[in-house]
């Protein structure tokens, strides 16, 4: 094959349409446009979904879903995650750079997933009941 045989399937590009240009030519009188109305006319328009003024598709079918703008802020810990940050005193500070929560994480809450193996002492991060009772058991506290 060379660059310069390249060329389109047989039956890829078909001739433009040459419209207006007598009956013989298939296309004369209207053009292919019908008869009066809106869309025969130069510069016929109607918005993009319009029915007729049926009241469109996307407004009869019902709102589905709910996506929450603070999502993005909120974070949750793991308890087995906590094991693995070597830290005197555990915030928010210190998840960030652990790389356990996002960077945007404004909040976090530790939930009870896991097992946590040692006693870690939290400073302004929340906790369910289930997992502040675990982190009490293992020795840890839980300060505002």
């Known amino acids: 094959m060379r ?17 207006g240009r007598g009956a013989s030519a298939g296309q004369g009188k209207t ?48 308890l087995s995650e906590l094991n693995g940050i070597d830290a005197a005193v555990i ?7 652990a790389g356990v929560v996002d960077v945007f994480a404004e909040q976090a809450k530790v939930v009870l997933s896991g097992e946590l193996k040692k006693a870690v002492k939290l400073k302004g991060i929340g ?10 058991k293992a020795g840890g506290s839980i300060e505002a």
Do not use: W
């Open 3 to 19: 660059l310069n045989t390249i060329k389109p399937g047989e039956g890829a590009k078909r001739n433009r349409l040459r419209v």
């Open 31 to 78: 053009c292919g446009r019908g008869v009066k109305g809106q869309r025969a006319r130069k510069g016929g328009y109607h918005k993009v979904g319009f029915e007729g003024g049926q009241m469109p598709l996307q407004r009869r079918l019902p709102k589905v879903g709910f996506r929450s703008k603070i999502k993005a802020t909120r974070a949750e810990v793991r």
């Open 127 to 136: 906790a369910t009941k289930g997992a502040s009772d675990a982190i009490s």
């Open 91 to 97: 915030d928010l500070d210190v998840l960030k750079k």
